[in-house]
């Protein structure tokens, strides 16, 4: 193959990386892998402790998820938003379904059910969605993973990138 028939990786170029090329996933990529419990930046699984506590880093891309103090208010939040809109849709659902004669106490047992459930089964999905939705509002900083996952800090003998 010539020099003019190759071509070089898809990367944008960052204003937190000093011009140097940082590849970067697609938004709904890293949004997709909070989804399903994974890192937003590598996609590893198996980032939680137990069922209730997150591990401090990635184990993959070495990612801190506690990236700056108060992060995790927005995974509650996220549970929050979440929990009541399924709460909602079971209200709302069981009253439109049984109408004209709604069984107002099965409806009331399984909106209690839900309100108790909900938010501890959702809970490590918003830890992971609200990682992947922070990393999207403010990128990765040179340093912040591992080599290979991201921007990093130049080395300050070394030639800067053209």
């Known amino acids: 193959m010539s020099p003019a028939t190759t071509r070089?990786?898809?990367t944008r170029t960052t204003g937190l990386a000093k011009g140097a090329l940082?590849?970067?996933?697609h938004p709904w990529r890293v949004f997709l892998r909070g989804w399903i419990k994974h890192c937003g930046?590598?996609?590893?699984g198996h980032l939680f402790k137990n069922w209730f506590q997150m591990k401090e880093r990635c184990p993959r891309c070495n990612l801190k998820f506690n990236r700056m103090e108060g992060q995790w208010s927005g995974d509650i939040g996220t549970n929050t938003v979440v929990s009541?809109?399924?709460?909602?849709?079971v209200l709302l659902g069981g009253v439109l379904i049984t109408w004209?004669?709604?069984p107002m106490v099965a409806i009331g047992i399984a909106a209690v059910a839900v309100a108790l459930i909900?938010?501890?089964f959702?809970?490590?999905y918003s830890k992971t969605l609200w990682l992947a939705v922070d990393l999207l509002m403010r990128p990765l900083e040179p340093g912040e993973v591992a080599e290979g996952y991201g921007p990093q800090r130049r080395d300050p003998a070394s030639p800067p990138a053209p």
């Open 22 to 25: 940082v590849p970067r996933e």
């Open 100 to 102: 004209p004669e709604p």
């Open 122 to 124: 959702f809970l490590p």
């Open 41 to 44: 930046v590598c996609g590893s």
């Open 84 to 89: 009541f809109g399924v709460l909602l849709v």
């Open 118 to 120: 909900m938010p501890i």
């Open 8 to 10: 070089a990786p898809k």
